[in-house]
Every structure is written in C-alpha cells, then in structure tokens.
C-alpha cells in the first residue's frame, strides 16, 4: 500500500483551478513534495502516511504570490514615512541606502521579511533588491520559493557604479545558485527613469537568449510619465516597447497611470502586472485601472511592495484592498473575492513561469500550500469561505504553510527561523541606521 509522506484533512480546500472549485471534507496527500492525491475525507482515512494533520476549522488552499517586493527594505520599515515617491526616495530610501547597505544588510533584511510574509501565508516571493546572492542565502534558508531579481540602474550605489556591473554582478551571482530547485533569478532593470534605452535593449535581449524573466517598475507616478515625456519624447510603455522590453517574460510593476491604448498594448504583448494597492496609496501615486486591465485579458498578480513604502509585507491586506478599490469608482461587482484570490495564487504563479506547477491545488502540483484558521470570532458565521478569507480574515489567522511539502510554520511556529534572534537581529539595525 502507498505510504504517504503527510495527508491533510482541512474544512475546506480551495483548489482555485480553473472552476474554482471549493470543496467541503476532502483529503489532500502529499508525496514527495507534490500533490498526490485529493479525495474525500472519509476515503482517505484507511490512507497510510507518515504525518496526518487534522485542520477541522481550516480552509487549505495554494501558498500566496508576493509578485512585487523588496524584502531587506524591511529593515527600513517606517524609517521615512509620509512623503512623496521621489523625495522619499532621493532623499531619504537612497541615501541610507548608500550608508548601510551591504551583503549583511540583504541577508538579514531578507530573513526578517521572509519570516514575515510566511507568517502571512506567502510561499513564492519575486524580489528585487542589491546584493542578489545575500537574497538567495536567505530564501534558502527560510526555505520560501524566491525569484531573486538582479537590479540593474545606471547610478552607483553600495552595490555597483553602472548597469554594466550591475548585471554583470547579477549574473554571476545567477551562476552561483544554479541548481537551486527554489532560487530563480531574474533581469530586474530598476525603472525607466533609472536605466538607459541602450541598457534597456541589453536586458530584453539577455532575456531572450538566456530564458530569463524581466521584472520593472513602470508608470508609477504621473511625474514618471511626465518626465518620460520632456526627455524621450514619450510615454514610458512606448518607450519600452521600442526596447523590446515588453514581452510576456516582464511583469510591470504599478501601472497605475495608462491610457485606453497602453491598457490594450499591455495586453497585447502579454505582459503581467503587479498591483500593490497599498504602496501606491501610501506614496499617493493613485489607483490602478485593474478592473480594465482584466476586461483586457491582462495578467495581474498582487504584490507588497516594500515594508518601508506599505509598511508591511501582509498580502492579505493587499488583496483585501485590492478588492474594494476596483468597486470605489466601478460597480460592486468588480474584481470579487475569487478574482483577488486568483491574482494572488495563480495570476501570480503564470507571471514567473511557474503556473504549470504552483498556484493551484491539483495533482502533480507542488505542494505549496497554507491552511487559514477560519473559526476565530471575526469569521464567523461564515457562508463563503473565499469571501471569509478576502474579506474578514487577517494574516494571523494563518496557521501553517508548506513550500514543497516541507512545513515551514506549524500552529503559527515558524520551523526553520529563530524568531528571537531575527528580533534581536533587527533591533541592531535599528540602532545603527538611526545613528548615521
């Protein structure tokens, strides 16, 4: 008879297939990292496997997609709050930057978000950050699903003097974690006021010959597009597409800011989205058309941001205000519940290339996967688990998560970090970034 590495026996399962199928006492059994079987409850108790794991007042459903982020930034969380995106950023965010930026940094930065988001039910991060190989140790060790994105810009930092060691020092890195089953990277080309049209065609045409995915941020702001406008004589999305930016490896971070034709565009060169509705408010760079992106055929996932622009990496916030925005200036009926949960499981898995094997529970997937406690108080009674989750539910509610069938947290336990020392670790940072 087959044994089973674990079965689990949630509630509900949310399969978000391609019907969305919710289903009430099943069984999902877990082999070898994958999804091997989903059955009745009852069917799968003369089952043999190593662990079963009963979650009587649990919803199971695929570990969530943080599409847009810069982890270690978290250890800059509330450093400069409350001021516009490049004041912020010139200002403040690159300037500290500058001064305590380093391998170390990264690495200890990373761990902190990491803990964080996989507290919140996250599994797969795309980040975009320095110091790309601190990022990987760290995704390795927390054990998340990470796509590292090698930054690239044209002005110094603590890290490089120019794009071309930018990349180059990406790529290396890129070679150094070959091999990693959860280590992807990927070309992340800082943002079209920051990256030169000759590096521009550079990153799409690496992309191109070495497989690779592009992750950018694009249309921001208005003064984004207006400084486009006075410097090249277009719009940034046109801009780019006289690069060769735009293809369906890219995933555009924001695009808050896009005409009817820019919307049709994306959509017509398959690009995804990141919607990080909670960052673009804090900096008041405004609303993303997401309901119109979607009528488009657009892919779009939902992503964080930094903790310093959020100033946290909890996606179900994001999800949940994802939702109610899409409804201020539309209908009720725009972006619902099961539209914001599949941008946030497999909207985001299509986007890095991964839709084949995560973002779903089916079999054959890989089992990442976390289960929300839906008894508490403020979700109850409940009618809807999916709407329960978007809607009610908040990130502590979220009680185990698994990348790969490993259990990474266990009854809000996380397995692999040292929540003690990733405290102490952080308060250190806080007292050297606060005496520069």
Known sequence: MTQFDQIIYPRWTLT????????????VAISDGKI??????????????????????????????NLHTHVAMTLLRGFADDLPLMDW???H???????????????????????????GGVTTVNDMYYFPSAVARAGIDAGMRTFVGCVIAEFPSAYA???????DKGLRAREQFEGEENIMFVLAPHAPY?????????????????????????????????QSMKTVGMRPLAYLKKTGLLSPRLTASHMVHLTDDEIALVAQQGVSVSHNPRSNMKLSSGIAPVAALLDAGVNIGIGTDGA????????????????????????????????VLRMATVNGAKALGVGDRIGSIELGKQADLIAIDLSALETIPLFDPISQIVYSANREQVTHVWVNGECLMKERRLLKLDEQNLREMANAWQRKVIQS
Not at 108 to 113: E, I, W
């Open 93 to 119: 965010i690159w300037p500290v930057e500058k001064r305590w930026v380093s391998e170390a940094f990264v690495y200890d930065g990373t761990l902190l978000g990491m803990a964080e988001m996989l507290r």
């Open 308 to 339: 310093a622009s959020n100033n946290s990496l909890d996606i179900l916030a994001d999800m949940r205000l994802a939702a109610l925005l899409a409804k201020v200036n539309g209908a009720p009926t725009a972006v619902s519940a099961t539209t």
């Open 89 to 91: 950023l010139n200002n």
């Open 194 to 226: 920051t990256v030169s049209e000759e590096t521009f065609r550079k990153v799409a045409m690496l992309a191109e010959h070495e497989g690779m995915l592009v992750h950018c941020h694009i249309h921001e702001t208005r003064d984004e597009i207006a």
């Open 36 to 65: 091997a079987r989903i059955l009745p409850s009852e069917e799968a108790r003369c089952l043999n496997a190593n662990e079963k794991i009963e979650l009587a007042d649990h919803a199971l459903l695929p570990g969530f997609v």
């Open 16 to 27: 978000i297939n391609a019907d969305n199928q919710v289903l009430e006492n099943h069984a």
């Open 161 to 167: 003097q120019n794009a071309h060691e930018y990349l």
